[in-house]
């Protein structure tokens, strides 16, 4: 089974600073990865896809790929208490179109 | 409403019943996944279709569960003789082609067993 880790946290920061959110796959031939939102009880929301290597940036979020290092980041730039959720780090095993999850990061905004 | 549309929200059965949930894929999507949420545990995949076809049912429990897709009508998760293990989140979601597009989630079944 391919592995997707993220740091599961909580990490806490103050409105209005930039969360830093990190993943790590196993699998080298992945080609795709995403970042979901899931508030408690409610469903994923895509909120970022990333295929290639270096930034993309989509409002106040920016997600980084290095496929050398297996390494994909989510910054969220001016975070607001609307951001609380847990964020799910996913990457689609190569080979397939199954999505491999990370257990999530529960990122907490204070006010 | 264009978004991923699942049935029902909530479901409730007793140990040895039948659960079935149901699935309809966003407006132009033909293909269509189903993952389970664990209490405290991350999303698992389960099984991938598209019309009238099973393309990877890897991670489908060997025994009691089910999925089809239908020519017509929406995705069904059947899973007979229900335990107290099957108590969970089962989100569907759909893309529009495969190859590696996003896929979008519906708002999720919460099974729970009595």
């Known amino acids: 089974q391919k592995e997707v880790e993220q740091n599961s946290g909580p990490l806490s920061v103050p409105e209005g600073a930039i969360a830093s959110l990190n993943c790590t796959y196993s699998?080298?031939?992945?080609?795709?990865f995403f970042w979901y939102r899931q508030y408690s009880g409610k469903s994923p929301e895509l909120i970022m896809s990333i295929y290639s290597n270096g930034d993309k940036e989509d409002g106040r979020f920016t997600a980084q790929l290095n496929k050398a290092s297996q390494y994909v980041s989510l910054l969220i730039r001016d975070s607001q208490p609307s951001d609380s959720a847990t964020y799910l780090c996913a990457v689609i095993q190569g080979g397939s179109e199954k999505l491999v999850f990370g257990k999530g990061t529960k990122l907490t905004v204070n006010p | 409403n264009a978004g991923v549309m699942q049935n029902p929200r909530h479901l409730v059965r007793r140990r040895g019943q039948e659960a079935r949930l149901r699935c309809s894929p966003m407006k132009g999507h033909s293909h269509v996944y189903w993952y389970r949420q664990l209490p405290e545990e991350g999303l698992k995949f389960m099984v991938y279709l598209q019309k009238e076809n099973i393309i990877d049912e890897s991670g489908m429990p060997k025994e009691r569960f089910s999925a089809e897709f239908p020519k017509e009508g929406p995705s069904i998760l059947r899973i007979q003789q229900v335990v107290r293990g099957d108590s969970a989140a089962y989100f569907c979601?759909?893309?529009?082609?495969?190859?590696?597009?996003?896929?979008?989630f519906g708002d999720g079944t919460r099974l729970s067993i009595l």
């Open positions: 979601a759909s893309s529009l082609q495969g190859y590696n597009q996003p896929q979008h």
């Open positions: 699998d080298r031939v992945s080609q795709s």
